[in-house]
């Protein structure tokens, strides 16, 4: 059956059961019938014939026995009161206990005080006082019961139980209990026969390292499937997951999150949000695409980026190892941006590989190469291998469209306060700078090729460079070297790319040309 129709006869026994009994008799009513008893009294109260039954009471109703130490039976009316010991045998598998019974024939409704348990082949049901209507199986209290069923433990203020569907429906400081979780809840649907639990309103699951929350979705107790589906969210141990949907294996380890998805370490401190996530503890990873982007939080300057997918590796304390992001990778924070089509971060020794033509841009600096290894502390840059077809370039402070430039097939570049200041070129080193005077004014235009070379910069400006091995170096004057020269091969200046904010991490230029 499915559950919306559980939720409509629920409602119908919250609201009206207490109301409308009377309406509840049987079209075709019969009499209880005694069966046994060790001795009889007839009495007369009140112009009512009462026959009380002692020792060894055995009644018969509807295919139905009730057993009990003394009982009195109303002929007239069709009802029983029954005292100590008492038990209805429903069937086969369903047994019902208690102190004292009040039945009516008519209605086929059991009322049941004292130590009441009510049980069946899924299920064992604990209360006070219990209410069981055998022409729906609904047994029902309100005051406070207890259900055993398996290994899971529930205790609410009120409970409905279908026993002819296994469906038990709770309300009100509902808490359930098994070896691997502890459930607390305000609404709570438990089927006895497969142990899946519908929760409702605020719900909490707790386990050993993990945490749940949701206010609607599917808990199995049997193999800790779970499926959250609103304003969910889960935690284990420093790990932080939330979703629109989330569905999670606990045996597996496996979550699957869908909508607004959002995973978060405290202890590096790095957030990962997407339309999809996938968290796989035990192999040690959780992925996010569609519109993925992790946040490096800085209590100042955060990190954003993008790219295609992203994939955050743990390690064996599950602690981040590796964040690995690939396709159309692009970066913003304030004083580094960065595009490539895939990098790797790795938060052992802080150290971010950019991969297929990787661009970086500090300050006034444009950084390529074929790939990038750079070196952080405390989230700013140390140094940087660029490696093959390494290029740098920069625009002239103080000339319009005049670009500093130093290409090389490798080259070693250093940071102080994100700002490049030394840079060490290895192989087939060029060089184009524009001198000037203190004030502005250009002397000329060096060109430069040597071997190696190191080039110290101050203020985005080269104030020393170091030729290597039979340099051939010439200073122009600007009216003497063609437009055309000003450039180096393979020069590129990528603008319009360089995100200048943390939005623009999502633009990408289709395309994009190669840079050595």
């Known amino acids: 059956m499915p559950k919306h129709k559980y939720f409509f006869f629920i409602l119908l026994a919250v609201c009206f059961i207490d109301s409308f ?24 109260t009140t112009g009512q014939d009462l026959n009380i039954f ?27 009161e029954a005292h100590r010991n008492v038990r209805v045998k429903v069937s086969d598998t369903l047994n019902l ?29 604990y209360t006070d006082r219990l209410i069981y209507e055998r022409n729906t199986g609904l047994a029902f209290y309100k005051t406070w019961g207890r259900i055993i ?51 409702s309103g605020p719900t909490r699951i707790t386990g050993k390292d993990e945490f749940l929350y949701s206010e609607n979705g599917t808990y199995n107790t049997k193999t800790g499937f779970t499926r959250l589906d609103l304003n969910s969210y889960m935690t284990y141990k420093e790990q932080y997951l939330s979703g629109d949907s989330i569905l999670y294996d606990k045996i597996l380890g496996v979550g699957e999150v869908f909508g607004n998805a959002f995973i978060k370490d405290s202890v590096q401190n790095v957030i990962i949000t997407g339309n999809y996530a996938d968290y796989h503890r035990h192999d040690g990873y959780a992925l996010a695409t569609d519109s993925a982007v992790v946040i490096m939080v800085d209590k100042y300057d ?109 080259m ?30 250009l002397i000329g235009i060096n060109k430069a090729v040597s071997s190696s070379m190191e080039i110290w910069i101050e203020d985005r400006q080269v104030v020393d460079i170091y030729y290597f091995d039979n340099p051939d170096a010439q200073l122009y004057p600007e009216s003497e070297l063609p437009a055309d020269q000003y450039f180096l091969r393979d020069f590129k200046w990528l603008k319009d790319d360089r995100p200048i904010n943390k939005y623009d991490i999502f633009k990408w230029t289709v395309n994009l040309p190669a840079l050595r």
């Open 21 to 44: 009994q009377p309406l509840l008799h049987a079209q075709n009513t019969t009499k209880i019938r005694i069966v046994n008893a060790d001795d009889l009294l007839g009495s007369k």
């Open 54 to 80: 002692v020792g060894n009471v055995v009644f018969e109703h509807d295919s139905a026995f009730l057993y009990c130490d003394s009982a009195v039976l109303y002929s007239e009316t069709n009802n029983l």
């Open 97 to 125: 206990y208690g102190d004292v019974l009040y039945y009516n024939g008519d209605t086929r409704i059991a009322t049941v005080t004292g130590d009441v348990i009510l049980e069946d082949n899924d299920a064992t049901l």
């Open 149 to 199: 069923s398996d290994e899971n433990e529930l205790t609410s203020t009120a409970g409905y139980y279908y026993t002819d569907d296994k469906m038990l429906y709770f309300k009100k400081n509902v808490v359930l209990v098994n070896p691997d979780y502890h459930l607390a809840s305000d609404t709570l649907i438990f089927n006895t026969a497969t142990e899946v639990a519908d929760i």
């Open 302 to 410: 955060s990190l954003f980026m993008h790219a295609d997918t992203l994939r955050l590796t743990f390690d064996s304390t599950d602690s981040p190892a590796s964040l690995l992001a690939f396709n159309k990778c692009k970066f913003f924070k304030p004083d580094l941006q960065g595009m490539s089509d895939s990098l790797v971060y790795s938060f052992n020794d802080s150290t971010i590989n950019m991969y297929l033509n990787p661009v970086l841009w500090t300050k006034g600096n444009q950084l390529s190469a074929e790939q990038i290894e750079i070196y952080t502390s405390n989230q700013r840059v140390d140094s940087m291998n660029m490696i093959k077809s390494s290029f740098i370039v920069s625009l002239d402070k103080f000339g319009r469209n005049q670009y500093n430039q130093i290409k090389g097939k490798n």
């Open 412 to 441: 070693v570049a250093y940071f102080e306060e994100n700002e490049l200041n030394l840079v060490k070129v290895d192989g087939n080193s060029e060089t184009i700078y524009f001198v000037r005077e203190e004030d502005g004014n």
